[in-house]
C-alpha cells in the first residue's frame, strides 16, 4: 500500500448536479486526519489528549463524520455514541445523562436544538466541542444556540474533495472571533480566491470570487471523468465551485455556492445572503432560497419557509418590509412559499435541487 493508492471512491451528494465519485487517496485522509489533530492540539496542552464521548448522529457514509467522527474517533481510542437517525431528545438525552463531549451536525440539526423546547433547562456541561458542517450556519441560528446554552458551535468550510478539511474557526478561549466567517485554513493547506471569469488570476484580500485550494488532502480527480477533473484544476489548485472572500488575516468567508448564484436583472444575486436575512424573521424556523424563472428580471428570488409551532403565515409584502434594512433591492425575495418541512438529503442537508425541479414547467412570473 503506498500514499497515492486509492482508498475510497467517496461520491459527492450531488446538491448541484449528479455525485461524482471522489478519488481519495491513503495519503489524503491520513492528511486530512493529521490536519484536524493539529488545529485541535492547538487548544491547550489537554486538547489533544482529553477523553472523548463522540455522539455520531451523521450517516457514516458522508465525508464530514467519516473523516471527523469515524477516523478521528478510531485514531485516538474516542469512545462513539451511535445514532441511526438524528432526535433532538436522544441527542440532548446522550449530552446530559451519558456526559457526551463532542458533536458534528450539520446546520439543520443545530437549527432544531436551538429550537428544542427544553434547551435552555438542558445541562450541556459536558458538551466541550460543538461544530457544524456540510452546509453554511445561518448566524442567527449560531447565536441563537450560544445565547441559550453558553456553548459556540464551531464553524469550518470543507468539500467531499478536501477529505473535508478546509477552515475552521478558532474556538478556544482568547482566540479571534470573526462575526460569519468559516474560519481559517488548517495546517498544510494553501487557499486563495480566483476570479470568476478567470481561475488563473488571484483577487487581493476583501474582493469576492471562487474559493480555490490545495494540500495533501486533496483529492487525486473524478473516477472515470478526466474532462471534469482537468476543469476542475487550475495552477494546482483545486477550484471548488464555492464563492467567498479572504481578508487579511486569512479568514474566510463563504457567500454562496457558483452554481447556486442567481443572476437578476443583471446582479449576482447569492442565496446564501437571503436566508441568512430571514433566519431573522422572529416567526422563521428555516429558510431556503432558490432562483425561479421571471419575465422581467430572467432569474429572481423565491424563499421557501418554514414556520415555528404556533406562528402564522406571513405575506410575501410583510417580509420584503422586514427584510428592507437587509438586502438590496435586487435581493428582494419575489416569491414567498410555506412548507410543513422543506426537503433534504440523506444526510440532512437542504435538497435545493427537489425545489428547483419542483419550480421548473411552471414557467416565468409575471
Not at 486509492?6 to 493529521?34: D, E, F, R
Not at 432526535?87 to 451536525?105: F, H, N, S
Request: with cysteine; proline share 7%.
Amino acid at each position: 500500500m503506498r500514499p497515492d493508492d486509492i482508498m475510497l471512491l467517496q461520491y459527492t451528494g450531488g446538491t448541484t448536479g449528479l455525485p461524482k465519485g471522489a478519488m481519495l487517496t491513503h495519503g489524503n485522509l491520513t492528511a486530512a486526519c493529521a490536519q484536524y489533530q493539529l488545529w485541535n492540539g492547538g487548544r491547550g496542552p489537554d486538547a489533544a489528549r482529553r477523553e472523548r464521548r463522540v455522539i455520531v448522529v451523521l450517516p457514516l457514509f458522508h465525508i464530514f463524520a467519516f473523516t471527523c467522527d469515524l477516523l478521528m474517533s478510531l485514531r485516538r481510542g474516542d469512545e462513539m455514541l451511535l445514532h441511526a437517525r438524528f432526535d433532538a431528545d436522544a441527542v440532548l438525552r446522550d449530552i446530559e445523562q451519558r456526559r457526551a463531549t463532542d458533536m458534528c451536525g450539520v446546520p439543520t440539526m443545530w437549527i432544531a436544538l436551538a429550537n428544542h423546547p427544553r434547551i435552555d433547562q438542558a445541562d450541556l456541561s459536558s458538551l466541550a466541542s460543538a461544530a457544524s458542517g456540510g452546509a453554511a450556519l445561518p448566524a442567527e441560528v449560531a447565536a441563537r444556540f450560544e445565547r441559550i446554552t453558553g456553548r459556540r458551535i464551531g464553524a469550518g468550510w470543507g468539500m467531499t474533495e478536501t477529505c473535508p478539511a478546509g477552515t475552521s474557526q478558532p474556538n478556544w478561549d482568547g482566540a479571534p472571533r470573526r462575526q460569519g466567517s468559516a474560519g481559517l485554513p488548517l495546517p498544510g493547506i494553501e487557499m486563495r480566491i480566483v476570479a470568476l471569469d478567470d481561475a488563473a488570476r488571484a483577487l487581493p484580500p476583501g474582493e469576492t470570487g471562487e474559493i480555490a485550494i490545495r494540500g495533501p488532502n486533496v483529492f487525486q480527480g473524478y473516477w472515470k471523468r478526466p474532462e471534469e477533473t482537468a476543469r476542475a484544476f487550475a495552477g494546482g489548485f483545486f477550484l471548488t465551485g464555492d464563492i467567498g472572500r479572504i481578508d487579511a488575516e486569512g479568514f474566510l468567508f463563504l457567500t454562496d455556492r457558483k452554481k447556486d448564484m442567481i443572476l437578476s436583472g443583471g446582479f449576482n444575486v447569492y442565496p446564501r445572503m437571503i436566508e441568512d436575512a430571514v433566519h431573522e424573521h422572529p416567526d422563521v424556523l428555516e429558510c431556503a432560497v432558490i432562483g425561479v424563472p421571471d419575465a422581467y428580471r430572467g432569474q429572481a428570488a423565491k424563499a421557501f419557509v418554514t414556520l415555528r409551532p404556533g406562528a402564522a403565515p406571513f405575506t410575501l409584502e410583510g417580509l420584503r418590509v422586514f427584510l428592507a434594512d437587509r438586502l438590496g433591492k435586487h435581493e428582494m425575495p419575489a416569491a414567498l412559499g410555506f412548507r410543513d418541512a422543506l426537503p433534504r438529503t440523506p444526510v440532512g442537508k437542504l435538497a435545493k435541487l427537489v425545489l428547483i425541479e419542483e419550480e421548473r414547467g411552471r414557467g416565468p412570473a409575471a
